[in-house]
Nanobody, 128 residues
Framework: QVQLVESGGGAVQVGGSLRLACAASGFTFGDNCMGWFRQAPGKEREGVAGLYIGSGSTFYADSVKGRFIISQVHAQNTMTLQMNDLKAEDTGMYYC?????????????????????WGQGTQVTVSS
């Protein structure tokens, strides 16, 4: 059974930092592309960052470039999202997702429909 479990969310002030983690099980970690998505109330789910586990290639939404870093601890089947200099607009439910690597590419990694496995989410709230 494929399972993704997020952790690390919380409430922080603008300018603060958080590190999210996604623990994966039930599939071959190295064959997948992993993604972090977020969804704010009343808005569509959007891609934040993506990572090809096998190659280490990373992708970021323009809104988080230079502030967020996606990485993985392969031996632990764990993916992280280090979030720095948080802004109010970063507030939302953050989801970990996984898909087979060939189903996404440099221009499609951010599309939620391409990911078949999702965690339950962890809330991030950034306030002034």
């Amino acid at each position: 059974q494929v399972q993704l479990v997020e952790s690390g969310g919380g409430a922080v002030q603008v300018g603060g930092s958080l590190r999210l983690a996604c623990a994966a099980s039930g599939f071959t970690f190295g064959d997948n592309c992993m993604g972090w998505f977020r969804q704010a109330p009343g808005k569509e789910r959007e891609g934040v960052a993506g990572l090809y586990i096998g190659s280490g290639s990373t992708f970021y939404a323009d809104s988080v470039k230079g502030r967020f870093i996606i990485s993985q601890v392969h031996a632990q089947n764990t993916m992280t999202l280090q979030m720095n200099d948080l802004k109010a607009e970063d507030t939302g439910m953050y989801y970990c997702a996984a898909t087979f690597w060939s189903r996404v590419g440099p221009t499609t990694w951010h599309e939620p429909a391409r990911y078949g496995y999702w965690g339950q989410g962890t809330q991030v709230t950034v306030s002034s």
